[in-house]
C-alpha cells in the first residue's frame, strides 16, 4: 500500500528570491532543506509539503535555480515546483546525486547547531550530516534563515496575535473574578474547575488552537509546568496565592499568544509575596528596557543578552538560585517557535532578535514546597521598535477580594 500525498509544493519564487538575497549578504552558497517523515518542521513549512514516506533534498543556492532531490514513486507532490527536479530511487542514485548537486565544496545552511545548541534548529538526523559531509560541503547553521523566513510573523500573523493577546488577557482577568466570586461566596473552587473554565472560555472566544492554562496555587505553581488535573489538584482557599499562565491561537495560520498572571485570595497581599513578584516584575522590565535600548541605538541585541538582564535582577535580589529556566522562547505558529529564545542558561541563544520575530518574557522564582512567582508578557520586534503586545501587563499581585476589577 502506498500513502497518497494529496498536497503539492507552495514555496514561492518571490521566497525563493528573498531567500537567495539574504544568502548573498553572507558567505554562505545555499541553503540544504532536508526532511523524512515530517522530522524537519521547518522544511515542511517552507515547501507546504505535509510528512512523506521517502527522504528528499531542496538545494536553494544563492545564484541558480532551486533544485528538489526527489523519489520517483512521490511526484505528485512536486507538481509545479518552481526549478529543478532531480528524481532518484536507489540509494545509490541518491548519494551520486546529491555529490552532484553540491560539487565544489560549498557553504551549506541546513537546520544544524553544533553541540546541539539550538535544539529548536538541530533539526536534520546526524547521519544526513555525514552524508553531506562526505560530498566535501561545508555545513553551517541555518539559524538566522530559519529566524528570517520561517520564525518571523506575516502582517495578518500579527493581527491573530493581537486579537488572541486580548481574547487570553480577558480570560485570564475572568478567571480571577471567577475565583473571587467563589471566595465571597463560599463555594468550593478548585485548580481544575479553573482550568475548566478558562478553556469553555477560550472555545467561546474563538481560541480553537492549541488553548490551554496553568492554574497552581501556592506550592504548585513552584512547579513551572504544573498541571492540575480532574485527579490531581488543589482547592482554592481564602490566603492563596494563585498563578494562571494561559495561551492559545485562532486557527493553525495565527500566532499564539501566551500569558502569566499572579492574584492573591485575600484583600491584601502580604509584604513578602509582594517583594518576591516585584523582583519577577523588575527582572521582567529589565530584559525589556534592554530590547528598547539597543534597537533605539541601532545596536543588534541577541536572546542571551535579554535573559542576562533579566537574571541579573532576580539573581541581585538574592534568588538566583530559584530563577530554574530561560527567560522566554520564540513565539510563531508553534507556542514555542522556532526563532531566537531569550535563553542564556538552558542554552546560549545568540541569534538577534531581527524585525518580525516575536517571543516571551516569563522571569520566575520558585520556592519548591512554599510559593512559586511568574510574570509573563509578549514582545514583537515592529518595524517601530520592540512591542510589548500584552495589555495592561502586570505591576503588582493582584489583591483578588479588594480589587474592584474583579467583584
Known sequence: MMAVVEETVALSRDTVERIREHLRGTRVDGWLLYNFKGNNPIASDLLGLPAMTRRYFVWIPAQGEPVALTHRIEQQPWTGWIGENWPYSSWRELDSRLAQLLGGNPRV???????????????VPAGVIELVRATGAKIVTSADLVSA?????????????????????????????HVAQALRAGRTLTEWDVRVWIGEEFERRGITVGGDAIVAVNGNAANPHYGPSAEKH?????????????????????????????????EQVPERIADIFAAVRDARLAAIDLVRRRWRAGED???YEA???????????????????????SIDRDLHGSGPNIDNLETR?????????????????????????????????GADGPEVTTPEPQTEVYALLSDPRFA
Open 301 to 303: 541585541v541577541a536572546g
Open 349 to 381: 541563544d545568540t541569534r538577534t532578535l531581527i524585525q518580525g520575530v516575536g517571543f516571551s518574557i516569563e522571569p520566575g522564582i520558585y520556592l519548591p514546597g512554599d510559593l512559586g512567582f511568574r510574570s509573563e508578557v509578549n514582545v514583537y520586534m
Open 109 to 123: 545552511a541546513m537546520e544544524y547547531a553544533a553541540s546541539d545548541a539550538v535544539p529548536y534548529v538541530d533539526r
Open 307 to 329: 535573559d542576562d538582564a533579566s537574571r541579573a535582577v532576580i539573581t541581585d535580589r538574592g534568588w538566583g538560585d530559584a530563577f530554574i529556566h530561560r527567560t522566554g522562547h
Open 234 to 266: 488543589s482547592e482554592i482557599r481564602p490566603g492563596d496565592l494563585v498563578l494562571i499562565d494561559l495561551w492559545g491561537k485562532e486557527n493553525d495560520a495565527s500566532v499564539y499568544a501566551d500569558q502569566t498572571w499572579m492574584g492573591y485570595a485575600g
Open 149 to 177: 523566513f520561517y520564525a518571523r510573523w506575516s502582517d495578518e500573523g500579527l493581527a491573530s496575535h493581537r486579537r488572541a493577546a486580548r481574547d487570553v488577557y480577558e480570560t485570564a482577568h475572568g478567571a480571577f473574578r
